[in-house]
């Protein structure tokens, strides 16, 4: 097994002795050794046959042989064992914002509570006011939170669906019987989130690979399981459907189940329009089928280029296929360079030396920094003084880097409550570029918080407004602000907007992306990176800005180095008249 799984089994036994009320100590020795185990270098085995592993910090004489039994056979009683006696629902009610498992279990000592629809039940019968630590406040909080992971359902994030894929892809694929195989669905289109995993294969005979799919080892559970097509629920309560057709089908098939639906559906009126007929198998006109090996065969059978997977939403792609204006679409190798990412200076867990070291390493040719300003105390903000040392310590890194790198002085700047900036004009202007975003007072009312946000980013300094909305995608809603109004601000004062590329935010999301670019607003892709790993990120921002149908030239960050410090002189020029 796998060490990144054995992990999260790990992590989930801490998690399932929590909500079981288990001792606090004994709780954290599990998330600890979990923890230890991400950290470790790819050679598992090794540690444990010579009992280097027992020695890591975090990990125990216990821990170690629980890590090896999963190691060697796969299993854990003990783990089977937890998931047995733990209601399921239990654990989901770990997603309500401001439930821990201590409120859980008093939760479930108090009032049997072990569901969403339990705890619904019970904070609108106002049973939950009652209980000591709880409060009639905290009941309508809870009521709300309910009430908005019903409305995302079992929707994951895209990194998380990426991490569950990704090894089950790679094993279809090394199936000696299979063709070709991709993975479809709203995970190829890149959608927000994602509700199932879908992934499609050719083979001569499928049975074998529908076979060998049901057994992997992610797989808890066999929903359905026929000659052609499966469907499971992986380990996590995540779908997976596979479905094999023959290889002259493939096309088809890869188009079908990529979806949207209601993309397929407007193509399949282009195809009846020209007396065709499409379906998930072929297409089909009165002379007989038309053969295509790939999808931009299909298209173009259909008088039609090439859409990119991103694009398909019906959001008017099949118009511009057919006029040939489809974009040629922004991809990572176009970035060079990035803005919006942390150090240890703030929140951040690198050194501002590390984090370049990592943006040098993926080939960007500069990185801004913009750690947090003075008003935010909870992620470490900088006084005056602190931003000066910074300046320092950037120009000293910027000596060493020569020309072919360069480090940015940027700030992401609390917005105050009434729209004015967390530091003075004059830190400001020594700053390469600000960052500016709201991290408090989410609560406004709406023409409030539309006045604060229009007025930072008419702000003669501000170069970028960061993660627009506030959204926590599946865990919080956006604060509530007329985006379209703050976009028209922003394009008339010559203001960027950041598509903030943490999977978790995606902000702007694309169609507001797109809408902000088509008013001459140049678009930034940024990580918002705390870590070297954060700015793998970027291609998550990738995605949004594709689903947008951004092109190189509308993004920011695809400028050359020597394009970007002229341009972020010239946004300053035009700040100080
Ligand atoms: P999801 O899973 O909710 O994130 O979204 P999708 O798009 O992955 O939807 P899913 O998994 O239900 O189906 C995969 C694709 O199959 C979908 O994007 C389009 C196609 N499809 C599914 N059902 C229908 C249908 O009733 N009509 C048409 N035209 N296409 C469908
Ligand atoms: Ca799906
Ligand atoms: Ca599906
Ligand atoms: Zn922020």
Redesign the pocket.
Known sequence: METSRIARILDEMGTLLEVQGENPFRCRAYHNAAQALKGLPDNLADMIADGSLAEVAGIGETMHSKIAQLATSGELPSYNELRRVTPPGLVALLRVPGLGPKKIKTLHDDLKIESLADLRAAAEAGKIAGIKGFGSKTEAKILEGVSFIESVGDRILQSTARRLIEPILAAVRANPDVIRAEAC?SFRRRGETIG?L?ILFSAKDPIPVIDQFVKLPDVAKVLAHGPTKASVRLADGV?C?LRGVEDDQFAFALHYFTGSKAHNIAMRRRAIDRGFKLNEYALEAATGPIPCKTEADLFAALGLAMIPPEMREDAGEVQQAERGEVPKLVSLDDLKGTFHCHSDWSDGGATLAEMAEAARAMGLTYLGIADHSRSAGYAGGLTIDRVRKQWDEIDALNETFGTSFRLFKGTECDILTDGSLDFPDDILAGFDYVVASVHSNFGLPREAMTARIVRAVSHPFVTMLGHPTGRLLLARDGYDVDLDAVIEAAAKAGTMIEINANPHRLDLDWVHARRASSLGISIVINPDAHSPKGLTDLDYGIGVARKAGLTPDQVFNTMSLSGVIKALKRLRDRENP
């Open positions: 669905g199932d879908d779908q459907d």
